[in-house]
């Protein structure tokens, strides 16, 4: 069974470019997370999906991040214009719903952002 | 202050060394605790989570939580070149049923020496 993909694993932009970064989440998982890692930091958590809903997005750092999961299969994370401050890591992770309180999340590879 | 804090390290033992790992945290909502491994270039990797306070055993790798601490560790007896990675502790908070956000600690970058 495949794992998280995400797509691309690195992109390297100007600022004040557009970047779109996708993850496509294990077949049959409903919830979809995304996180980010900058330089030094931890990992922390942007937002999660159910299905096609956004249910949480308290970690979104402002508007311009844009994320979109159309039809509840993949999602894109748009960011519109690029800062530098945005450079990190973005992982995406998925989860089933199995009807209990804690379900594994597992992660992509991650998607490597260098704006410049 | 942040909600989880983990030495970041970075951690160099001998081969077949025990290895301790620890993390502390400050929100006592939190529900599950997890270890993850990362190998470079990778996404992490779910090692073990456990609910409550104890220790919980997977092979050479134990997980123990203290709650009334706020305090978990990640033992790895025997340690192997192969576990050579960075390990995140991470908690979570209840966002939905059945979805948990994660809080990530910084990350122990650990490498075993052969």
């Known amino acids: 069974e495949a794992g998280v993909t995400q797509f691309p694993s690195h992109s390297v932009i100007e600022k004040g470019q557009t970047v779109t970064l996708r993850c496509d989440p294990i077949?049959?998982?409903?919830?979809l997370y995304w996180y980010r890692r900058v330089m030094g930091k931890e990992i922390k958590f942007l937002l999660h999906?159910?299905?096609?809903?956004?249910?949480?997005e308290s970690g979104m750092p402002n508007n311009r991040f844009l994320a979109e999961r159309t039809g509840g299969t993949y999602s894109t994370l748009k960011v519109q214009p690029a800062e530098l401050e945005d450079s990190g890591v973005y992982f995406c992770?998925?989860?089933?719903?199995?009807?209990?309180?804690?379900?594994?999340?597992?992660f992509g590879p991650g998607t490597r952002l260098t704006v410049l | 202050q942040k909600e989880v804090e983990q030495d970041p390290g970075p951690l160099s033992v001998p081969e077949g060394a025990i290895v301790s790992l620890n993390c502390t945290y400050s929100n006592s909502a939190f529900q599950y605790f997890m270890w993850y491994r990362q190998y470079s270039r990778k996404g992490p990797e779910l090692l073990m989570y456990t609910y409550s306070s104890g220790n919980k055993e997977d092979g050479r790798f134990t997980a123990q939580v203290d709650k009334s601490s706020k305090y978990i560790s990640l033992f790895i007896r025997d340690s192997q070149p192969s576990d050579s990675a960075t390990y995140l502790c991470?908690?979570?908070?209840?966002?939905?049923?059945?979805?948990?956000?994660?809080?990530f600690g910084q990350g122990t970058r650990l490498t075993i020496n052969p």
């Open positions: 077949s049959g998982h409903d919830n």
């Open positions: 992770a998925s989860s089933q719903d199995l009807g209990v309180t804690y379900n594994e999340q597992f």
């Open positions: 991470a908690m979570s908070a209840l966002l939905y049923e059945g979805a948990q956000k994660l809080v």
């Open positions: 999906f159910v299905k096609e809903s956004k249910q949480d």
